[in-house]
């Protein structure tokens, strides 16, 4: 990942630095390796992130689509 510092301005290359790394996902991704996180934990989070995305997509689209 590169930031370009332009005019040695750092405050502004560090403001995009943590931007890009908020949209790849970098933080979330430390967050969950601080621990161990056994495999049945693991799964049972994954599949309520996945029940998440699916009511958020069923809002949308029935505000979309004024139900």
Do not use: C, T, W
């Amino acid at each position: 990942m590169h930031v370009h510092v332009r005019d040695n301005n750092v405050d502004q290359a560090l403001r995009a630095l943590k931007k890009k790394m908020q949209r790849e996902g970098i933080f979330r991704e430390m967050k969950l390796r601080r621990h161990f996180e056994k495999p049945s934990q693991r799964r049972k989070r994954e599949r309520a992130e996945a029940v998440r995305r699916y009511r958020k997509l069923l809002r949308k689209r029935m505000e979309r689509e004024g139900y």
